[in-house]
């Protein structure tokens, strides 16, 4: 299109999004990364998280409804029906996976909805609905060995003040009905999730695991990490899509997915001064050494 450069484009975006401080510089999965954290301190991080994950279903559904094509529609509530319960179908390959696990143990059968046995590919369009393949009813599970029941977890009311102010902002850029306010959070959180944070936090609960909480399951994030690393190959095509549409405009696109990560940015700094108030000292925070300045 005529007055356009893609390239250009790409390098504003790797250097507004791809080096954002939330991305290069998350001092909070950092540190979570070495699994050093108090149990205390664990309960309260899966709290903050599922509530995170739960209110991401607004943020989801509104994203469906301001759809400005079916096909965009479609693609909203693949994330939205997946989040809710729905597994992806691969058709005769996911088939024959479920029955593997069903020969694995009696026991898998009632566990079909289980992240670890789903699928990361394919499409809801057919795919099976499961009340234990709902993405809270994995953190459910994870938080049981840590004390926590149904009601504990992804209520707004667990959420404090910076987890709120995330979730707000998903609702509000991420469900907007401006087009460029939308797809630029959205391009925005989707290279935040496959930057590599799913990983340090992998890290961190995998030494739990194995020398505290043996009975721990990993499913939600395991699962999660996998589904953002198929994520990354595509992303840079989307985004030339969303960028040859004649709805786009630069400027508001970049500035919506800035917004968003500084959103982002509010959750894990949060998370950060709630671990420094509460942890030895040798956990404590260190400054931002970064020294950016990113729109508000």
Same mark, same amino acid.
């Given at each position: 299109?005529?007055?356009? *450069?893609?390239?250009?484009?790409?390098?504003?975006?790797?250097?507004?999004?791809?080096?954002?401080?939330?991305?290069?510089? *998350?001092?909070?999965?950092?540190?979570?990364?070495? =699994?050093?954290?108090?149990?205390?301190?664990?309960?309260?991080?899966?709290?903050?998280?599922?509530?995170?994950?739960?209110?991401?279903? +607004?943020?989801?559904?509104? %994203?469906?409804?301001?759809?400005?094509?079916?096909?965009?529609?479609?693609?909203?509530?693949?994330? +939205?029906?997946?989040?809710?319960?729905?597994?992806?179908?691969?058709?005769?390959?996911?088939?024959?996976?479920?029955?593997?696990? %069903?020969?694995?143990?009696?026991?898998?059968?009632?566990?079909?909805? &289980?992240?670890?046995?789903?699928?990361?590919?394919?499409?809801? &369009?057919?795919?099976?609905?499961?009340?234990?393949?709902?993405?809270? #009813?994995?953190?459910?599970?994870?938080?049981?060995?840590?004390?926590?029941?149904?009601?504990?977890?992804?209520?707004?009311?667990?959420?404090? $003040?910076?987890?709120?102010?995330?979730?707000?902002?998903? /609702? @509000?850029?991420?469900?907007?009905?401006?087009?460029?306010?939308?797809?630029?959070?959205?391009?925005?959180?989707?290279?935040?999730?496959?930057?590599?944070?799913?990983?340090?936090?992998?890290?961190? +609960?995998?030494?739990?695991? @194995?020398? @505290?909480?043996? &009975?721990?399951?990993?499913?939600?994030?395991?699962?999660? &990490?996998?589904?953002?690393?198929?994520?990354?190959?595509?992303?840079?095509?989307?985004?030339?899509?969303?960028?040859?549409?004649?709805? /786009?405009? #630069?400027?508001?696109?970049? %500035?919506?997915?800035?917004?968003?990560?500084?959103?982002?940015?509010?959750?894990?700094?949060?998370?950060?001064?709630? @671990?420094?108030?509460?942890?030895?000292?040798? $956990?404590?925070?260190?400054?931002? %050494?970064? =020294?950016?300045?990113?729109?508000?």
């Amino acid at each position: 299109m005529s007055g356009k *450069n893609f390239d250009a484009f790409k390098r504003t975006i790797e250097h507004e999004f791809m080096h954002h401080p939330v991305v290069t510089n *998350n001092e909070y999965t950092r540190w979570f990364a070495h =699994g050093d954290m108090s149990l205390d301190h664990l309960h309260h991080f899966t709290v903050q998280f599922s509530v995170f994950s739960n209110q991401f279903l +607004l943020a989801a559904l509104n %994203r469906v409804i301001n759809a400005d094509t079916l096909r965009a529609a479609h693609e909203s509530k693949e994330i +939205l029906m997946n989040e809710l319960g729905v597994i992806y179908s691969k058709g005769g390959a996911h088939n024959g996976e479920r029955t593997e696990a %069903r020969r694995a143990s009696v026991a898998d059968t009632d566990r079909e909805g &289980d992240s670890a046995l789903v699928s990361t590919e394919g499409t809801v &369009d057919g795919g099976t609905f499961r009340f234990q393949a709902a993405h809270i #009813e994995w953190l459910l599970r994870f938080g049981q060995p840590l004390g926590l029941t149904f009601d504990d977890i992804g209520k707004r009311r667990h959420g404090t $003040a910076e987890t709120l102010f995330f979730c707000d902002e998903l /609702f @509000r850029l991420y469900g907007s009905e401006d087009y460029n306010e939308a797809m630029g959070a959205a391009f925005a959180v989707e290279n935040w999730a496959a930057a590599g944070f799913w990983k340090e936090l992998i890290a961190g +609960l995998e030494k739990i695991k @194995r020398e @505290r909480i043996p &009975d721990l399951p990993l499913a939600f994030f395991t699962w999660h &990490d996998k589904i953002e690393e198929l994520h990354k190959a595509h992303v840079w095509d989307e985004l030339r899509d969303c960028y040859e549409s004649a709805k /786009f405009a #630069e400027e508001p696109f970049v %500035r919506a997915g800035v917004i968003m990560l500084n959103g982002v940015k509010v959750f894990w700094d949060g998370l950060n001064a709630d @671990r420094s108030r509460t942890e030895p000292a040798s $956990a404590a925070q260190h400054p931002d %050494r970064t =020294g950016s300045v990113f729109i508000a």
